[in-house]
Nanobody, 116 residues
Framework: QVQLVESGGGLVQPGGSLRLSCAASGISVSRYGMGWYRQAPGKKREWVTTITDGGSTAYKDSVKGRFTVSRDSAENTVYLQMNRLLPEDTAVYYC??????????WGRGTEVTVSS
């Protein structure tokens, strides 16, 4: 059974940093496309970043230069380092795993609030 568990969210002031974690079980994060998505209050869920099984990364324009996605195969965990956070980054952040066949698994999310 595939399971993804996000952690690391919280309340942070504008300009601050957080590191989110997505711990996986039942799959190897190095063999799946792993993505981070977010859903702000009253808005649709949106894509933030992806790291492919080959290690390539891509980012939503508004987070480029501030967010960094990475993975640790030994820990079987994907990370999202978020720096210079803005109030508009406030959202529930979700981790997604996608296999080469297109099957997907979502975590339950971790809440990030950027506010002074």
């Amino acid at each position: 059974q595939v399971q993804l568990v996000e952690s690391g969210g919280g309340l942070v002031q504008p300009g601050g940093s957080l590191r989110l974690s997505c711990a996986a079980s039942g799959i190897s994060v190095s063999r799946y496309g792993m993505g981070w998505y977010r859903q702000a209050p009253g808005k649709k869920r949106e894509w933030v970043t992806t790291i492919t099984d080959g290690g390539s990364t891509a980012y939503k324009d508004s987070v480029k230069g501030r967010f960094t996605v990475s993975r640790d195969s030994a820990e079987n965990t994907v990370y999202l380092q978020m720096n210079r956070l803005l109030p508009e980054d406030t959202a529930v952040y979700y981790c997604k795993a996608e296999s080469s066949t297109g099957s997907t698994t979502w975590g339950r999310g971790t809440e990030v609030t950027v506010s002074s």
